[in-house]
Each structure stands twice: as structure tokens, then as C-alpha cells.
């Protein structure tokens, strides 16, 4: 996969509180990815050589899935790594382009906007519920999508004045699928 | 409502905007215009497409495919391949859709396998004299199978959306992806004179064992996969843990990985896994527009005014599929055509675990044709040709592949005989 496209160190996308952000968001979505498979590979080890189901363990991945895919795709934003068609980067000039990504970017932005405000919302309505099994109050898995847009859009307006956003940054390519 | 739905989506989609972004924003359009809906149905379908233990293969999965070729796993299984099948003529094409059928049953998806096995691959049959059109071909061609034989990513989503077992899915790819793969191989032998294939001296049965030996820990992984999926220990998700497990472990044993190298591939799992169930997410708003709207039951509908037989159905279901596969990425497709596609399965009365593989077979074919062939254009990036000089090489594979997909779509036994073996 190809890294984050090549910037030059003196951009906000490269400035010291940004990237703060960037490396603790990369040691959460590694833990994630980390947690999962080793909770579950307990799952296993607890069921056929313990002999006693982990009661709590499918639970909190499935949840910690929600906050995975959240965290990752606000690290997908900054690494440029999301799914676009892009048609038109050859099509038009540099400038039209320009444009272009703006408007993009500042769909991206909107979308954020709605989905974390609402997201807000469902938490709020939904916040005295407990998870059946495990008792997790479910705010705290459900603030997996506010937060997740926050910073999704944090990093798209960090590109964006940057000058390094690029909505297509991986162009015609899809994921290692 | 479904043309505010259409409309934003193909104007999102030319400006660029990221699939996963185009579906959801397009979809809450919709729903915004729609008088009487609330948009707290975005977040709550948000979460209720996510929340699912079967999902958690998708990550796994890529991290275990990502390990094992960091680990040196592909490199051996190349190396077997090449020491059994090197000496015959145009060898090499014959051990690289063997390596591709042994990764095929160890990650579960085609681009990383494809990238893996090509980087080795294609250069050593350019230094035999091989044409690189003919590598291209044979070596994306044979990543098609990766998704097919268990485990697979996108048997993974597709079983969440529908509800299919997911272990039912990985057991009918079984026969139906090796049945590809010898068809590509017979092809591949008859096209070798015009690839320019060679031959390589027949090795030692000393060397054979050797390298079998050296392969055999990288054998076991899809012993562990299917064997514990077919005897009931695992649910496909905690195969995909065990294999993530195995792999590390295997890489740190033979001192290929370290802290540092794990990290970013986790990072780059994480990131994978997002982009495409970002996707998933957003396309699960767009079903739902599509659905709520009457759109799926329309296009049941238009289908069964134009016929009633199910298997010239099935051929018009099969045509759309693969002109869907051919412009839009796999995952994106799949998500959206599955809720138009159960009513018609239920319609006309087709077996779901035989339609799911169909189904998958259909649209991973748009990885080959244009105009965005990934597959064929990573090989050609890795070989070094234009991919539109690759296409009279690529025609016949493309060709085989779809009759392998009609064989599946036509043929139960193909699908139905493993998975019928535990499930009943």
C-alpha cells in the first residue's frame, strides 16, 4: 500500500500538533487491530482448553469494530487511502482540478458534520443503555461515530488548507480485496 | 427520492468524492428530501451494518495475508511450486497459478496475493524469455481465485449483508476456485507457444523434498482454516484469528518479523479494513434508500416481465453483474446490487449459497476488463507494459473465467456437495 503521498515537511499536514494527533490515532487503530485478534484467539483458548466460554469477549470486538473502522477511516482520510473513482484528475487542467477537490472536500466536511451531529444525538437518546452481556454503557461504543467524523474531518481540513488533498489519492485502486 | 438518489450519486462520484462518502451523502439527501423521515436512521444504520462479529474476519484476514507475505510464507510456497512444476513447458506460468491457488487458500484477497506472487513472479518469467502480455494475464487472472477459495474478504461481507453462513460460503468457493484454477492452467499450456514459454531443468526429487519441506508450515494454514471450519471448532472469524496467530508466530520463529515492520502492518490492516467497511457503511444507507423506495422491487419486477425461466434469468443476472464489476470496485458493487439481488433469488427459486459464489465470481471478473482492470493494471505496473497491450493475452483467461462462472451459476453440485458435507 502506498504511503502517505510525498509533502513537503513544512506543511500544517507535517506540523507538530498534527502530527500528535496522526501518531496517537495510528497506536489506537494498531491496538484495535492488535486487540482483535488477540481477544479472540482467547475466545478460542479459553473455550477448548480452559473449558469456559469467555461470556464478554465477541461483545467487545464487535464493538471494538465500530471504533476500528471509525479511527481507521479518519486515518484513511489523512493517508488519502479512501475508494474514489476520481474521472476527472486527467481530464481537466490543474486549476479546474483545484477546484474540483475543494468541492470534494468540502462534501467530505458536510458529511462529517451531519453524521456527527446525529451521531450525537443517538448517543444522547440511547445513553442509558447497557450492552446485554457485558454491561458496557453503549454511549461509549456509539461515541465511535462523532468521533470518528471529528476527526475525519479534522484531517480533510488539514489537507485541504495544506494543499495536499487529494480525494482520489489512491485513484482507480481498491483495497487489498 | 431514488432520482434525488441517482443524481447525487453520479455527480459525487465524477467530482471525485470517495465512494463511501458519495452513497452516504447521497443517501441522506434522499432521505433529507423524503418528508416524515428523521436522519437518525444514518447513525443507526451506521452501527447496525458494523456491529457484527462475522465482519471481524474482513481485518483478520487481510492482517493474517499481510503477515504471511512479510513472513517469507509466499516466497516458499513460489519456490515449491517452481521445484514441481518448473521442468514442464511454460513451468513457470504453471507455478504461479499453483503459488495463486495455495495463496488463494491462505489470504483472502486478490490484490495483496496478486502484488505478492507478481513481484516474483513476473520478472523471472521475463529473464526465460517469457512475453510479458502472457504474464500479465496468467498472473492476474490466477488472483481471481483468491477470493473464491476459502477464506475470502468479500464471502465474508456478502454472508453479513444476507445473512448466509459465512463458513457455508468459504466451503462451496472450495471446488468451483480450484476448478478455475486447473482451467487456467490447461489454458495457459495451450496458449504457452504463443506466450513464448520455456521450459527449466527438471529438479532433483532432493530439491523437491526440500522445498516441500520448506513449504509444508505454510500448508498447514489452510489445513487449520477449512479443516476447523468444516469439523465445526471454528467460526470463520476465529480462523481468521488463529491464521493472524500462526503467521506472526511463523514470522517471529524464522526472525522475519520485528516490532517495527508488525506495527505498520497493523496500521495498514486498520486503514484497508476501514476504507472498505467505511464503504460497507456508507452503502448500507444507499440499500436503504434503494429498498425503502420500492427500487429493489421494481427491478424484480422489470426482470420477471422479461422472463420467467430462471436460468435465462440467471444469464441476464450474470450480464448485468459483470458490466457492474467492470466500473465500479468489488466491495462497493457487491453491497449494492445484494438487496436487489435476494428477491430475485427467492423469486425464481435459486439455491442462495450457489447464487452468493455466482455472484462473487461475476463481479471479481472486473478486476481483468477494462476500464479498470486493477488487477491486470498492477501486473502490468509490476511487468512493465501498457495495460492495452495486455488484452488479446487477457481474452481467453477472461473468457474461461466466465464460463467457470455459468459452470457455478448452472452446475449445484459444484457448490452445494462440500458445504451440504456440514450443513444441512
Known sequence: MPDHPTTPANTLAQALPVRLVRHALEATVAAVVFGYALIICAQVFYRYVLNSSLIWSEELVRYGLLWGVMLGAALATDRNAHIALDPLREAVSARTYRLVAWASGLLILLFCAIVAWYGWEYLYRLRLMRSPASQIPMMYVYAAIPVGCVLMAFFTLVHLVAGTFLPGGRGREEPAL | MILVLFVCFALFL?????????????????????????????????????????????????????????????????????????????????????????????????????????????????????????????????????????????????????????????????????????????????????????????????????????????????????????????????????????????????????????????????????????????????????????????????????????????????????????????VSALILVTPILMPMVAHYGFHDIQFGIFTLMSLVLGGLTPPVGILAMVACRIAGIEYGKTFGMLMPFILWWAVATLLVGYVPFLTLWLPSLVFN
Open chain 2, 14 to 330: 465524477t467530482i471525485g468524492l470517495p465512494l463511501a462518502f458519495s452513497m452516504g451523502l447521497s443517501a441522506i439527501a434522499a432521505i433529507a428530501l423524503a418528508s416524515g423521515q428523521t436522519l437518525l436512521i444514518v447513525p443507526q444504520r451506521i452501527t447496525a451494518s458494523l456491529d457484527s462479529f462475522a465482519l471481524l474476519a474482513v481485518p483478520l484476514f487481510i492482517l493474517a495475508g499481510e503477515l504471511m507475505n512479510s513472513g517469507g510464507i509466499t516466497e516458499r510456497i513460489v519456490r515449491f511450486s517452481r521445484s514441481m512444476m518448473g521442468h514442464f513447458k511454460g513451468g513457470l506460468a504453471q507455478a504461479n497459478i499453483l503459488s495463486n491457488m495455495f495463496m488463494a487458500a491462505l489470504s483472502g484477497s486478490s490484490l495483496a496475493d496478486l502484488s505478492a506472487i507478481g513481484s516474483m513472479m513476473i520478472p523471472a518469467m521475463t529473464r526465460e524469455g517469457y512475453k510479458k502480455s502472457y504474464s500479465v494475464a496468467i498472473t492476474s487472472c490466477a488472483a481471481l481465485m483468491a477470493p473464491i477459495i476459502p477464506p475470502s474478504v468479500i464471502a465474508v461481507i456478502y454472508g453479513s449483508i444476507t445473512g448466509i453462513s459465512i463458513g457455508a460460503l468459504f466451503l462451496a468457493g472450495a471446488i468451483p476456485g480450484i476448478l478455475a484454477g486447473i482451467g487456467i492452467m490447461i489454458l495457459a499450456r495451450v496458449m504457452a507457444t504463443k506466450g513464448g514459454a520455456t521450459a527449466m531443468p527438471r529438479e532433483g526429487w532432493k530439491m523437491r523434498a526440500k522445498a516441500s519441506r520448506d513449504a509444508a508450515p505454510a500448508m498447514a494454514v489452510p489445513v487449520i482454516i477449512v479443516g476447523g471450519i468444516l469439523s465445526g471448532i471454528f467460526t470463520p472469524t476465529e480462523a481468521g484469528a488463529v491464521a493472524v496467530a500462526y503467521a506472526l508466530l511463523y514470522g517471529i520463529a524464522t526472525r522475519r518479523h520485528n516490532a517495527g515492520g508488525v506495527y505498520n502492518l497493523l496500521l495498514s490492516a486498520g486503514v484497508t479494513t476501514a476504507s472498505a467497511l467505511l464503504t460497507l457503511a456508507g452503502a448500507s444507507l444507499f440499500s436503504y434508500v434503494l429498498v425503502s423506495s420500492g427500487f429493489a422491487q421494481a427491478t424484480l419486477d422489470l426482470l420477471s416481465a422479461i422472463t420467467d425461466d430462471p436460468h435465462l434469468a440467471m444469464l441476464l443476472i450474470f450480464f448485468v453483474l459483470l458490466v457492474l464489476g467492470m466500473f465500479v470496485e468489488t
